[in-house]
């Protein structure tokens, strides 16, 4: 084993353990996979590249993660809903602070965290809460505009 493909899967085990969730070998492998990639990913992305769980596993450790403030959900514009990891600032007693924009590239179609730029506070009419706010910019990453 690598000695970076250790330390990865040290990372994920103290996040884990920092939110107080029971240490899994899904739970561990999700986190790890979502540690390694600077990428949102979807469920089917998961789904393929970790071929040792079956789908329904998946979506409960999705759904857990959800809720314990690990991951955040974004938006996809072609309908997929995809998944990124949370900063320090998330977790089950605040309410997901995510408020931050995301960034699609049109070439790769990869999505990323944006955290440096921060979604403004929306003012809606009278009579309206706001929930959450979804932002996605779109343009060509660093990674393509070099090729
Ligand atoms: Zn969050
Ligand atoms: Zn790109
Ligand atoms: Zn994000």
Avoid at 25 to 46: D, G
Avoid at 56 to 77: A, M
């Amino acid at each position: 084993m690598p000695h970076h493909h250790r330390t990865t899967q040290q990372t994920a085990i103290q996040l884990l353990q920092r939110r107080q969730l029971r240490l899994t070998a899904c739970r561990i492998s999700v986190v790890h996979n979502l540690l390694e990639q600077k990428n949102a990913i979807s469920q089917p992305e998961l789904e393929n590249e970790l071929q040792d769980f079956d789908r329904v596993t998946l979506y409960r450790t999705l759904h857990t993660f959800l809720e314990k403030g690990i991951i955040h959900q974004i938006y996809d514009d072609s309908g997929v809903i995809k998944y990124a990891l949370c900063t320090e600032h998330c977790d089950h007693d605040h309410l997901h602070q995510d408020e931050h924009v995301h960034f699609k590239c049109m070439l790769c179609k990869q999505i990323t965290c944006v955290d440096s730029v921060s979604i403004p506070t929306i003012q809606l009419p009278q009579g309206y809460t706001f929930v959450d706010a979804n932002f996605l910019v779109r343009g060509i990453c660093s990674g393509c505009q070099k090729k």
